[in-house]
């Protein structure tokens, strides 16, 4: 089909050999890309059980057909891997100029298996392919790594690197691009480290294969203009994510002193106003014209890209209500690779172990010059408390014992993103069920709950609009590749996707439904992965999977308005599951039904789950 490259560059780490995989041509139609690409070429090849940090764990790098193209927000791109930090499928999606070149150096995605004896970088140029001694860049963050790479190839190349972190195998280290942009939260950044592999620069220099590129330019140029002229544009450029905050903090629904609390005394300080007013600089993405990238000066002078995401979890949820404050750990959490959110739970786990006196030393809530402190001994594992954080909530909850596992606000082991579900118990459904773990990306809920539906209810209504949006957030977006933001935010129509597909691949009669379809595919093979992985490893797979953090239960929400002391109850919860799974077809376990494998063209992957387990 057109629209695609048809292989994906093959880097041995072991060898120092690169090759191609040319994939079925059937997957353009059957999975569309990224995401989708991505679950099945790890399926098909790491061996179940694998260890996530062995020579034969695949690091995945994934674009789609509509990546990097000139149509809104496109320069998108998958990074996916077996996760160190959950043990199952784990991927995030990366802003970055490597997007579109490599779609011009000829590829639709980077495989990189084996592990190099020593520190790496692989320079691409179309089909040459370069293994580098990576010594003076190894030690080093990802601002001086890109600085450095930027000296000797350009800055049109498009960069993917690791910081101390991901070197040092903190499991929720991410991979960084172009200065502001991080992705795969749950480790990706580490299995890229256990390669031995800093970075990869990609330069291409051939066309985009496009079907009708004409066409293709007028409908993007169109989707331009769209998102102009859109009547909350202006709003969106002055706060970009964290305009949020506000609604978030009136509907007691934030991260506060590790989301015991849903709302902050010193909310105004670090809301979207706060963040407009001390805005120095506004970046983002190649290809996007409304850029979300908000720069502040930091407190101790450095340039800092604040997203809602960073500022709720290094913000209210470890006790700190200073922007240029949140700006230093975030900008510290950047440059060493590690993951925000997973970093600011950690934190905020670690200042309540500390107030009852289990973690060893003392951590406040508020701490600045603390906060600092465990973030460099996290990423550089300095000592052995470090080198616990670095392990992430749920080992840490394991290694605590006693109350710990309420402290530790995760699903499958992923942190939770900065939503506190105590009193929403449809975003506590999306967070549960999450092909990842307990991030918002897949099915971010909450404003319609709140805004549209019976926020106290665990109505099946709830978990339809759940599954709605996993289809066309997780679904759609994840194998297209593109940003989702122009839909979700400011309004631009979903039906121009399909349209997009039909002038790029040259395929006619592409459509929502079909594109869903899809969607429920790739839901289906990544939780068959997780089954897979979980059985292979002698661990135990249950419904069980699919719950929220503890907290949300067993402890009354703090300081929530009227919504105080509120919390969810696990008999209504597993109601909402069950609707969920009957909507999806899934068995009560949460497992895919032998018919549903069967519907979506998948029977030879449930024949080999089958032979783990029993399929319904
Ligand atoms: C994403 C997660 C998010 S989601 C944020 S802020 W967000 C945090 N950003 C981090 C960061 O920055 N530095 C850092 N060291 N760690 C960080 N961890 C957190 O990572 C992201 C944007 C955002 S900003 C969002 S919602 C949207 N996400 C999209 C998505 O998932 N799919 C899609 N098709 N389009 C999306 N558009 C938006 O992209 P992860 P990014 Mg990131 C600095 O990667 O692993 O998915 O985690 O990807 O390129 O930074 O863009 O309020
Ligand atoms: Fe990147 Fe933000 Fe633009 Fe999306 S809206 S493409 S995340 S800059």
Request: proline content about 4%; aromatic content about 10%; hydrophobic content about 35%.
């Amino acid at each position: 089909m057109n629209g695609y490259n048809g292989k994906f560059l093959v880097l041995d780490m072991s060898k120092k050999e690169a090759s191609e995989f040319t994939y079925p041509e059937e997957w353009q139609r059957t999975f569309i890309g990224g995401r989708g690409f991505a679950v099945k070429i790890l399926w098909d090849n790491v061996p179940p059980g694998t260890d996530p940090y062995s020579e034969d764990n695949w690091l995945v790098f994934s674009i789609g057909p509509l990546s990097g193209l000139s149509l809104p927000s496109s320069s998108k791109m998958i990074v996916a891997a077996k996760s160190p930090l959950t043990g199952g499928y784990g991927d995030g999606n990366l802003g970055t100029r490597a997007s579109p070149q490599l779609k011009k150096a000829g590829y639709d995605g980077i495989i990189v298996k084996g592990k190099a004896e020593s520190p790496t970088y692989v320079v691409i140029e179309n089909d040459k392919v370069e293994f580098h001694d990576a010594k003076d860049i190894w030690g080093k963050g990802t601002y001086d790594t890109e600085k450095y790479l930027i000296e000797k190839y350009g800055k049109k190349a498009g960069f993917l690197s690791i910081g101390q972190a991901g070197e040092n195998l903190v499991r929720y280290a991410t991979v960084r691009s172009q200065e502001g942009r991080s992705g795969g939260r749950p480790g990706m950044g580490a299995v890229m480290g256990s390669k031995m592999l800093k970075s990869i620069v990609v330069k291409g220099t051939g066309k985009f294969p496009q079907a009708e590129p004409k066409e293709a330019l007028k409908l993007g140029s169109e989707g331009y203009n769209m998102v102009k002229n859109a009547p909350n544009y202006d709003h969106w450029m002055g706060q970009g994510t964290t305009m949020i905050l506000d609604f978030l903090q009136e509907s007691s629904t934030l991260p506060v002193r590790n989301f015991s609390a849903g709302t902050y005394e010193l909310a105004a300080k670090v809301d979207g106003s706060e963040l407009e007013r001390t805005k120095i600089e506004q970046i983002g993405c190649p290809r996007c014209n409304m850029q979300c990238g908000i720069v502040i000066k930091d407190a101790e002078g450095n340039n800092s890209e604040l997203d809602y995401e960073n500022i709720g979890m290094l913000g209210p949820n470890i006790g700190i209500g200073d922007l240029p404050r949140v700006g230093v750990l975030n900008y510290m959490a950047d440059d060493y690779g590690l993951d925000t959110i997973s970093t600011g739970s950690v934190l905020g786990m670690a200042a309540e172990a500390s107030e009852n006196g289990v973690l060893g030393e003392t951590y406040s809530w508020g701490d600045f010059e603390k906060s600092k402190d465990l973030i460099t001994r996290i990423a550089t594992r300095a000592d052995n408390i470090g080198s616990l954080l670095a392990e992430g909530t749920m080992r840490m909850a394991q290694k605590w014992g006693g109350d710990a596992s309420k402290w530790a606000i995760n699903v499958k082991g992923l942190e939770a993103s900065a939503y506190n579900a105590a009193t929403v118990p449809g975003m506590a459904l999306s967070f549960g069920t999450s092909p990842i773990g307990a991030h918002h990306k897949d099915a971010w809920v909450i404003q319609w709950e709140i805004q549209f539906s019976e926020r106290d209810a665990y109505t099946p209504d709830k978990a339809e609009k759940v599954i709605e949006l996993q289809r066309i957030r997780g679904g759609m977006f994840e194998s297209l590749v593109t940003c989702r933001f122009p839909w979700i935010e400011l309004g631009y129509d979903l039906e121009a996707y399909p349209k997009f597909l039909e002038k790029v691949t040259g395929r006619s009669g592409w459509n929502l439904d079909e594109v869903f379809e899809v969607a429920d595919r790739i839901y289906a093979l990544i939780r068959a992965y997780w089954v897979r992985e979980f059985v292979a490893e002698g661990k135990v797979w249950s419904r069980k999977m699919d719950y929220p953090a503890e907290r949300w239960f067993v402890d009354g929400l703090k300081d929530g308005g009227k919504y105080t002391g509120g919390h969810l109850e696990y008999d209504k919860y597993d109601e909402l599951l069950n609707s969920y799974y009957g909507f999806r077809n899934w068995d009560l376990r949460g497992i895919p039904k032998e018919e549903e494998f069967k519907r979506l063209g998948l029977e030879h992957e449930a024949e080999q789950l089958s032979n783990l387990v029993d399929l319904e």
